[in-house]
């Protein structure tokens, strides 16, 4: 058996443009590196305050965010407007859900949607809540509570220092006992 193959002006065409284009995405590492070298400044040209450049653009996009006295009154005001929300086992099941989903993030409004209120088992907050952060992260952090039900957490995170508290997760802080 014979194959031959038969090439028309226009496919040879495309396949000189393919074979072409080909070998720029195959560019020797070498290639490559001395690219590389010559893109990066030599210590002649690094820049320094006062040159006229602007030395934040790194940094852009980057919220500047702090935590301040007034945060954590803030943060736990809108930890037990959201435990307090939650924790209310005989309320219908729509109503539960449109009441907190000012406060959550979207991702978390997506899961709380299949929650039933019914199957809460929390209905009484005994104390809190108790903020846990990390020393250097001003946008998470996480409100414990104590409940009739145990230990409970509320996940909260903002996206920038004017930007609203929302609630990741809403869980136990210890596994339900059987």
Known sequence: MRIS??????A???LSALLVSGCALF???????DEARSSTPTSHETHHSGDGHAHDEFYEGVPDVTWSPSTNAEVEA???EVMDLFARPEVPERRWYTDLLPHL??????DAQYIDPANVRVNEIL???SLVREKD????VTAEFSTNAGPWSVLLHRVGQDDPWLVEAI????????
């Open 137 to 140: 992260n001003p946008l998470t």
């Open 12 to 14: 040879t065409v495309g």
């Open 5 to 10: 193959i038969v090439f028309t002006r226009t």
């Open 171 to 178: 869980q136990p802080t210890e596994p339900a006992n059987p």
């Open 127 to 129: 104390s809190g809540p």
């Open 78 to 80: 809108v930890a037990v």
């Open 105 to 110: 993030s979207e991702e978390y409004a997506e």
């Open 27 to 33: 560019t020797p590492a070498s290639s490559v590196e």
